[in-house]
């Protein structure tokens, strides 16, 4: 998973995929992500990920 504002990347796992095609990612990951903050400010991050 890669942050698309940052850069940022970790490899998860994943568990749940929303409805809406988005991932429901653990506080751990999203918080490591998460790395200049604006994600916890938004409520969501924009991410790339692969399968």
Do not use: P
Request: aromatic share 10%; hydrophobic share 35%.
């Amino acid at each position: 998973v890669t942050n698309q504002a940052t850069g940022s990347q970790l490899k998860v796992r994943i568990v749940d995929q929303c409805a809406n095609g988005g991932l429901d990612l653990d506080w751990s990951a999203f918080k490591q992500l998460d790395t200049n903050g604006n994600g916890y400010q938004q409520g969501h991050l924009m991410v790339d990920y692969q399968f």
